[in-house]
């Protein structure tokens, strides 16, 4: 087997991964013969959108007050369900909310449980300080949790296409889960009986550029 090393694989996978969010690149533009695209962007990988989308996005943890518009979360959200499904089933419940009351009302139940966290510098809620929140809710019984990650990252690349940050939350949803007194608000996304909350996806606009987190390459080889 041998590793791989250098980043030209790296991108190749990416594009990759990227087409598989080739619905993503619909909300813009983009379509056509995507093995030979796919190809020819390693070649030219610094004029290939979707590579550099894929490769700009970081999690991001500091947000401005700027809402976000209800047509770029309209548009983050149509990406996400154009995501592919086993069988097209969309094992998914999908809830934005940009609530202020909301988001800091259960926020006071997490600093009531996190006193600690709330005091750290630029606190402002518990959704890594985003002034918008994605829930996503699967099947209660385990299933469509694959499909739902790749409904993320067509919402997470999306988003980074449109000037705006991200950042994968479990942390938060576990909290959301285990605390008794969450329980109303997670009652308001109202999913549907046999789903359940499985992660959330902050959005805002960013207040930092944080640089990328080493990634080890050796984990992805050829067979030769
Ligand atoms: C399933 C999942 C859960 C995550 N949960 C959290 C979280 O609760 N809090 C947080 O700050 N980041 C969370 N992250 C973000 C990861 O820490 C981050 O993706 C990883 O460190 C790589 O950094 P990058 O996203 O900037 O490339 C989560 C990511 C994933 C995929």
Redesign the pocket.
Same mark, same amino acid.
């Given at each position: 087997m041998k590793t791989l090393k250098n980043w030209a694989f790296g991108l190749c996978l990416c594009g990759t991964v990227g087409l598989l969010g080739v619905s993503f690149s619909a909300c813009g533009a983009q379509g056509g013969n995507a093995g030979a695209d796919a190809a020819d962007s390693v070649a030219a990988s610094d004029k290939n959108a979707v590579i550099e989308t894929i490769m700009a996005? =970081?999690?991001?943890?500091k947000y401005t007050d700027q809402p976000v518009e209800r047509e770029k979360l309209e548009q983050i959200l149509e990406c996400g369900i154009n995501a592919p499904s086993g069988m097209n089933q969309q094992p998914w419940q999908v809830r934005v909310v940009d609530d202020a009351e909301y988001i800091n009302g259960i926020t006071e139940v997490y600093k009531k449980a996190n006193p600690e966290a709330a005091g750290e510098s630029g606190f402002k809620n518990m959704f =890594?300080n985003a002034p918008a929140v994605i829930f996503i809710g699967s099947p209660a019984n385990g299933g469509g949790q694959f499909d739902c990650?790749l409904l993320?990252e067509n919402m997470a690349l999306a988003a980074q296409s449109l000037g705006l940050g991200t950042?994968?939350?479990?942390?938060?949803?576990?909290f959301m889960l285990d605390n008794e007194e969450c329980a109303p608000y997670v009652e308001r996304l109202q999913f549907p009986e046999g789903y359940t909350l499985l992660?959330a996806l902050?959005v805002g606009y960013p207040d930092e550029s944080?640089e990328?987190?080493p990634?080890d390459a050796s984990k992805a080889k050829f067979v030769e």
């Open positions: 996005r =970081r999690s991001i943890r =890594r990650g993320g950042c994968f939350l479990g942390g938060p949803v576990r992660y902050a944080p990328a987190k990634r």
